[in-house]
């Protein structure tokens, strides 16, 4: 029988981490390859975070990178656009298009991404957006939340990456376009002033700003009031009975 091609895809994120290790347990006989699209805009701890992670799966991760930008502020300049109705230019082009790219070698193929159990709707979007991915969701088909994922990694000695410990919900970008909430960019403004502040002089340059109020109203990030909490939403690290479950077949 020909062993299958799958692509578990690495974002270093907690759900990642864990679908990759699931992954290379699942499909033994499978030609199993983790790989991660690198975004300079990243935090750096996220590459410590990775190298931890190669000596959990025990095989190093595919490196992948943009051609034409060379991190997610040069796209957001040449292109003149943030986000919107067209979606983030960003993850166009730092991630979609070196994964395509990619792919063209590795079709047909499998690919695995970090949808936990909670996001059953998000990877019906994406099967719906995406109909000629062939997708495999582990960790919906293992029952595992995002607390979940992230109590595996601590009982696997695991540090999380930094942005979780800042208080971060996801381990994306130090300045998300796609992030709306007044308190996500007050912790930005806390956390990474420097990025916040070239954000805030972007948005204007552009005409567009990424944070909204309540009522969906717009809130350029240069009038962020100075004392607006800086939101903690974080899931807290826990572990159901789904994990003992993922970390007996991991251990197989």
Known sequence: MTARRIVAWFSAGAASAVAAKLTLSRFPDDEVVIARCIVANEDADNNRFAADCERWFGREIVNLSSLDYADCWEVWQKRRYLGGIQGAPCTVEMKKAPRQIFERDWDPHIQVFGFTAEEGGRAARFKAQNPEVRMANVLIDAGLSKGDCM?????????????????FANNNCTTCVKARGRGYWALVRKCHPADFARMAALSRAIGWTPCRDGKGNPVWLDELPANYPPQDDSPAIEC?????????DMAA
Do not use: N, T, V
């Not at 696997?156 to 410990?165: D, S, T």
């Open 151 to 167: 109590g595996m990694l601590d009982r696997a000695g695991i540090k999380l990456p930094a942005q979780y410990a800042r208080g």
């Open 240 to 248: 159901s009975i789904m994990c003992h479950l993922a970390e007996q």
